[in-house]
């Protein structure tokens, strides 16, 4: 049973993403055909073009905006399968664009949340040692947390681990009470349905192939001087704009690529598996339980983790996807593969982790040693107390030495098209956290960019 419960009475979180999906999909229908031209077009439908479009629309009410989203739903991929935590901040360097954006997005995501009765839990998590070597790293963690203000952290015995989780085990560990979860899908479907009301225009079905400027752009043409930009999809419509928002997430730096600009960093994707609680063990998990991080691993570590509808995820794993949007196990694409293992970054990476990455790729394949490194914390834990769970696929940003882009990423080119296009380059978790954070600070970045 989960601790702290305010979510809203009128229903569960999995109807209303439902409810909220049709009408996004029954509004996005009429616009599935059209071309136009618009001030500012945001290419990408998940939860961080969703934000930008809506802060960008209440922000100039006079300006025209198109969201252009390959698939035909809104917030499919990353969003879709997203973990659900509201992260506070703790993790992250003081003074990066991390901490600050996911602060104050943790505070910005429960006033919304509240305001647009969209159901949420403030669980909280429990950062767990479970050996001593482990109480120098918690006791840092803590002290960066203090450092980028995450709100009401205290450390913690073992007796009060036990009363907040009574089947965890642990030495010691960083209760943060404010962190939450939420249907993240059904927060960036809200975001969406304020820009359409707002009078945005969305464009399902519509996957960027091809940015360039318009050859009249070049003449003494006023449609071509107000309107450069011409966005082209795979089927053939084009979309005319004077400025563009990407927030590609798995094809960001594609995009880029397309506009002129960098190719790097390079996102290489990552598949994390998540083992699922049979219903009747639930009880073992009230809220978040986490591992103190290792700095020799490059991904945090598995972690138990409730959700809206009453599930505990336990997981992820790590491991290479053979696909950008490769859920499965058996997911391929060459084009991506070939990208991915050409990249000299991620051969760097893997000769740095070479046990790790078997480690993960064992565990993704036989949970019961998943299983295993979760029963340092919770001991009543069994492998028949598992099934398979869900997938997700992480957009990670990777530079040419195989370092993790550990913090956001926003950047634009040079010329008639790069000036014209500010692109989201890196955006891992906590994105979705820091969703309307950062869609302040790009609103911030569009309006000094282009003059808005």
């Known amino acids: ?17 439902r409810l909220l999906s049709q009408r996004a999909k029954s509004a996005t229908c009429r616009a599935a055909h059209h071309s136009g031209s618009f001030d500012v077009a945001i290419i990408g439908g998940g939860i961080v073009g969703l934000a930008s479009a809506r802060e960008l629309i209440l922000r100039h009410p006079n300006l ?38 996911c602060v104050r997005g943790a505070t910005l995501a429960y006033e919304y949340c509240q305001k647009k009765g969209v159901p949420y839990n403030r669980c909280g998590k429990l950062i767990v040692a479970v050996d001593r070597e482990e109480i120098p790293r918690l006791k840092a963690l803590y002290e960066r947390g203090q450092k980028n203000n995450v709100r009401d952290l205290r450390l913690i015995d073992a007796k009060a681990i036990r009363e907040k989780e009574p089947y965890c085990r642990g030495i010691m560990a960083l209760d943060s009470p404010y962190t939450g979860i939420v249907d993240w899908r059904e927060v960036a479907l809200a975001y969406g349905k304020d820009f359409q009301e707002a009078g945005g225009t969305v464009m399902t079905d519509y996957e960027a192939s091809d940015m360039s400027v318009a050859a009249e752009s070049q003449a003494d043409s006023t449609n071509g001087q107000k309107y450069p930009i011409i966005i082209r999809s795979s089927q053939g419509k084009e979309v005319r704009c004077a400025f563009v928002l990407a927030c590609g997430g798995l094809y960001s730096d594609r995009l880029s690529e397309m506009s002129g600009c960098s190719s790097e960093p390079r996102i290489v994707p990552f598949r994390g598996d998540y083992l699922v609680l049979k219903p009747e063990k639930n ?16 991904f945090l570590g598995v972690h138990f983790t409730p959700r809206m509808d009453g599930s505990v995820w336990l997981g992820p794993n790590a491991v290479l996807a053979f696909k950008r949007e490769g859920y ?10 070939v990208n991915a293992l050409s990249f000299s970054g991620l051969q760097r990476l893997v000769m740095k982790n070479v046990v790790y990455g078997v480690g993960e790729i064992y565990r993704g394949v036989f949970p019961g040693a998943q299983v295993k490194i979760l029963q340092k914390f919770i001991p009543e834990l069994s492998p028949s107390d598992v099934i398979r769970g869900p997938s997700g696929v992480r957009a990670q940003a990777l530079d040419a030495e195989g370092n993790l882009v550990d913090d956001f990423v926003f950047d634009g080119g040079k010329g008639e098209l790069g000036s014209r296009v500010l692109h989201v380059r890196n955006a891992p978790s906590p994105a979705a956290s820091s969703s309307l954070a950062i869609a302040e600070m790009i609103a911030d970045e569009l309006e000094k960019r282009f003059q808005l």
């Open 1 to 17: 049973m989960l601790c702290g419960i305010m979510m809203r009475t009128f229903g569960s979180g999995s109807v209303c993403a």
């Open 283 to 298: 009880y073992l998990v009230r809220g978040n339980i986490y591992p103190v991080p290792n700095p020799r691993f490059p």
């Open 64 to 101: 025209s905006f198109a969201l252009l989203e390959k698939e035909k739903e809104l917030a499919l991929h990353q969003t879709g399968h997203n973990s659900g935590v509201i992260h506070t901040g703790i993790y992250y360097t003081p003074g990066s664009l991390k901490a600050q954006l």
């Open 328 to 337: 499965k196990l058996f997911d391929f694409d060459a084009q991506d593969f």
